[in-house]
């Protein structure tokens, strides 16, 4: 089983920036695809960003590509999600999670999420 713990949201204005972290304990983290989803009020979870397990590849929804940058550190079984330029709809929590090929989520259950919250 793999515990997932978000951290680094918070309230920020338009057009700034935020740093998310996911610390992942249990299985062996730096062989899995990892990624980050986001809920936002009212809407259903969706796929935002992954990586696969050497941080060679990456890959993103439309909606945030160009201003959100997704890396791993496995030394310290960790994946972050670097935002900029954020925009009112990013206003959601924020999960990470393994990923599959269908880009959905792949371990249960998942953390907590961190809220982010963008101003207009």
């Known amino acids: 089983q793999v515990q997932l713990v978000e951290s680094g949201g918070g309230l920020v204005q338009a057009g700034g920036s935020l740093r998310l972290s996911c610390a992942a304990s249990?299985?062996?983290?730096?062989?899995?695809?990892m990624g980050w989803f986001r809920q936002a009020p009212g809407k259903e979870r969706e796929f935002v960003a992954g990586i696969n397990w050497s941080g060679s590849t990456t890959n993103y929804a439309d909606s945030v590509k160009g201003r959100f940058t997704i890396s791993r550190d496995n030394a310290k079984n960790t994946v972050y999600l670097q935002m900029s330029s954020l925009k009112f709809e990013d206003t959601a929590v924020y999960y990470c999670?393994?990923?599959?090929?269908?880009?959905?989520?792949?371990?249960?259950?998942w953390g907590q999420g961190t809220l982010v919250t963008v101003a207009s």
């Open positions: 249990g299985r062996t983290f730096s062989a899995y695809t």
């Open positions: 999670n393994g990923v599959n090929v269908r880009k959905e989520g792949t371990f249960n259950p």
